[in-house]
């Protein structure tokens, strides 16, 4: 089983439509999550970082962590087809240890 | 804001070559990273470097790969003779690492061919 799954899509939504996007993973370990936007031969951008289970909201941006399941989600609300963009799911066991990523998720949001 | 910057953005390089990629890190930072992306997959993790020694490498960080921290600002990976494997874009990320909210910081990459 692979450390971290994300489905790649690519995703397809109207604009204004909330936007699911979620991993899996199976090290028990990990304890930081973080959700990154990049864009096409650029830097993962941070969007939103969370510590162990829990929601934490961001303006139309909510992160939400459920070690139980060992699953993360990222909502977007109201998307713009600015959010257009690959999203990567990311991992740690502490925070300096190094990121394990997700393979990414392609957003297309559609005006 | 500040950010990680990378240089060169693009560097072609013929496979046998050794190339040095540059990294200029957040000022206040700690703990630098460096990792790659070949065109199509995830980012891998290659390096983590601080207090001027190697934290943890991965098992794509063979002999082949180092880093420095030559002065108090530039954080670099030189890849002694590269191979056409090598192409990728490759990040450095920096993190202070000192609050419950601190993480990487990514500068925007590197993009490496070997032909």
């Known amino acids: 089983q692979k450390e971290v799954e994300q489905d790649p899509g690519p995703l397809s939504v109207p604009e204004g439509a909330i936007v699911s996007l979620n991993c899996t993973y199976s090290n028990s370990a990990f304890q930081y999550f973080m959700w990154y936007r990049q864009y096409s031969r650029k830097g993962p951008e941070l969007l939103m970082y969370t510590y162990s289970s829990g929601n934490k909201e961001d303006g139309r941006f909510t992160a939400q962590v459920d070690k139980s399941s060992k699953y993360i989600s990222l909502f977007i609300r109201d998307s713009q087809p600015s959010d257009s963009a690959t999203y990567l799911c990311a991992m740690s066991e502490a925070r300096d240890d190094k990121i394990i990523f997700g393979k990414g998720t392609r957003l297309h949001i559609l005006p | 804001e500040p950010e990680v910057t990378q240089t060169p953005s693009h560097q072609v390089t013929q496979m046998g070559q050794e190339v040095i990629l540059r990294c200029v890190p957040i000022?206040?930072?700690?703990?630098f990273y460096w990792y790659r992306q070949i065109l199509g997959q995830k980012v891998e993790f290659l390096v983590s470097?601080?207090?001027?020694?190697?934290?943890?490498k991965s098992e794509i960080f063979d002999d082949q790969f180092s880093v420095e921290r030559p002065d108090g600002s530039n954080f670099t990976l030189k890849i002694r003779s590269t191979k056409l494997e090598d192409s990728a874009m490759y990040f450095c990320?920096?993190?202070?690492?000192?609050?419950?909210?601190?993480?990487?910081?990514f500068g925007p990459g590197t993009r490496l061919t070997v032909l």
């Open positions: 990320a920096s993190g202070r690492l000192a609050g419950p909210t601190d993480t990487q910081y």
């Open positions: 470097f601080y207090n001027n020694e190697i934290s943890e």
């Open positions: 000022s206040n930072h700690l703990y």
